[in-house]
């Protein structure tokens, strides 16, 4: 018979988990203690902007007209105990409020939780990413309240999707990593995934700890490519150098490769920064910070690019003082494609110039809810080109194809001084300047 399966927690990774897990044919429950994202959900609903997820819910969710009906959504834990042989728990692991180490108590409730209701065989699959040896501690607990004891195994199985590509990544994974104790475990993980790696997603079976530290090493190796190209791009603003032909040129060199070596204002969202301290913290209590001191180089360089746009905006508005100045902020999300606006680049600069007395106005595609609630103050306009009117800068903040389609000339008629600067080094000069605006990026010469 075929598995059935539960996912445990619907956020971003466990909603799309659950969705993709009903698109490979299994029956599907997802479980939330918040009942406002229950009840979205249940109606197809997605609770964030995630190209693609929408339709998957509505071809799977039960109850929704032409639906399959494999996929179902509750608050009940016993009902999800009882349904399900595999449980996947995809709840969140923020950074401590005001320490680097990252918050477990919802990985911790949540297996808690589900521990009491297992009354017979399953396994238990922790996807949340979290610190080395979490599995080991938590594999003891599930043993220690779940009623069916050693009939419940845990399984660590790191996810790497990134928001904007979520569903693509969850069906079309790079790799597959499962952290296993027993060939049962893993022949279930196998047949979970029959799919994806039928159509070449390579599967690694490996131990608890090397699972979890293959998700946080590839985050700091993600982080850790921005940061390099940031670096370079300070040096060539003071050489006089080009970043983004540097970037092209690095890139040929199949060992170094394209990716993640665009420059601009660097990293945010809700993993890198939080990912990389946290690996951070918990290396220092295994005894091994050594090893990754170069991380805090990582995250400082990446901190210190949304300063220095603050003082290319400066600059540009005629140097002293914001005040009396209006900005205009192309840019909410973290990342194009996403609503998400947890540790934006973009919305930390713009808080920084509103709290340097700057008359700040923000404009994003998809992120202005989320941007209105985190910085009620600052100031929203509906369209891009609302937002430039009559401004003394436009910053480029969050690379969207809508900003890189903006017509020059007609905001150049709008704005109050045509003054670019290109944060994400992802709009074409030629075409601005064209247009006869000053066009500034990082990591640039000036003109
Ligand atoms: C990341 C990882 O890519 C993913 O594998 C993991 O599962 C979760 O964390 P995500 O946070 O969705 O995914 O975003 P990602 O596409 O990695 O971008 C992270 C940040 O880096 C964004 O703010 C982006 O703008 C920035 N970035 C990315 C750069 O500044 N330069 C680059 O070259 C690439």
Redesign the pocket.
């Known amino acids: 018979m075929a598995l059935k399966i539960t996912v445990i927690g619907t956020g971003y ?1 466990g909603a799309t988990h659950a969705a993709a897990m009903a698109e490979l044919g299994f029956e599907v429950i997802g479980l939330d203690v918040v009942p406002e994202k229950i009840e979205t959900l249940r109606r197809g609903e997605v609770p964030m902007y995630e190209p693609g997820l929408d339709e998957l819910l509505r071809k799977h969710v039960a109850g929704i007209e032409g639906a399959t009906g494999r996929l179902r959504f509750t608050m009940d834990w016993a009902e999800a105990a009882d349904f399900g042989d595999v449980h996947f728990v995809c709840v969140n692991t923020p950074q401590k409020h005001g320490e680097y180490a990252c918050d477990m108590s919802y990985v911790d409730a949540a297996m808690e939780s589900l521990a009491k209701h297992l009354t017979k065989p399953a396994l238990v699959v922790g996807k949340s ?1 979290v610190p080395v040896g979490s599995a080991e501690r938590i594999a003891a607990r599930l043993a220690e309240l779940a009623p069916a004891g050693g009939e419940v195994e845990l399984a660590w199985n ?9 569903v693509n ?1 969850t069906l079309h994974p790079d790799r597959i990593v499962v952290g296993v104790r027993s060939e049962r475990a893993e022949k279930i993980l196998r047949e979970v995934y029959a799919t994806p790696v039928a159509e070449g997603s390579p599967f690694i079976v490996t131990d608890f700890p090397t699972a979890e530290l293959v ?1 946080t090493s ?2 700091s190796f ?2 850790t ?2 940061s390099f ?2 670096a370079m791009a300070e040096v060539c603003e003071a050489a006089g150098g080009d970043v983004v032909k540097l ?1 092209e040129a690095l890139g040929h060199d199949d060992r170094i490769g394209k ?14 920064p939080k ?1 990389i301290r946290a690996f951070m913290a918990r290396a220092g209590e295994l005894g091994a910070d050594q090893a990754l001191t170069f991380l805090r180089e990582v995250d400082s360089i990446n901190m210190r ?1 949304r300063g220095h746009m603050v003082e290319l905006a400066r600059e540009a508005v005629g140097g002293g003082s914001f005040l009396g100045k209006r900005v205009a902020v192309l840019g909410a999300a ?3 494609d ?1 609503d ?1 606006v947890r ?3 973009a919305l930390n600069v713009a808080g920084q110039i509103h709290l340097q007395g700057g008359q700040v106005t923000v404009y994003d595609p998809k992120g202005m809810a989320n941007a209105r609630r985190l910085f009620p103050t600052l100031g929203y306009a509906d369209t891009a080109e609302d937002a430039v009117r009559g401004a003394d800068v436009v910053l480029h903040l ?2 969207w194809q809508e900003f890189r389609d903006l017509d020059p000339e007609a905001l150049g008629a709008v704005v109050g001084r045509r003054v670019l600067l290109d944060g ?1 080094n992802a709009l074409d000069p030629e075409r601005w300047r064209a247009a006869g605006w000053t066009y500034r990026a990082m990591g640039r010469p000036a003109a």
Do not use: H, V
């Open positions: 990774l990413t790191p996810e790497f999707l990134r928001e904007g590509f979520a990544d998700k590839a985050n993600l982080a490519k921005i190209i940031n970037a990716k993640f070596l665009r420059a601009g204002i660097g990293f945010g969202g809700g993993c890198l990912d690019r973290f990342k194009p996403s998400d540790d934006s680049p969050t690379e994400r």
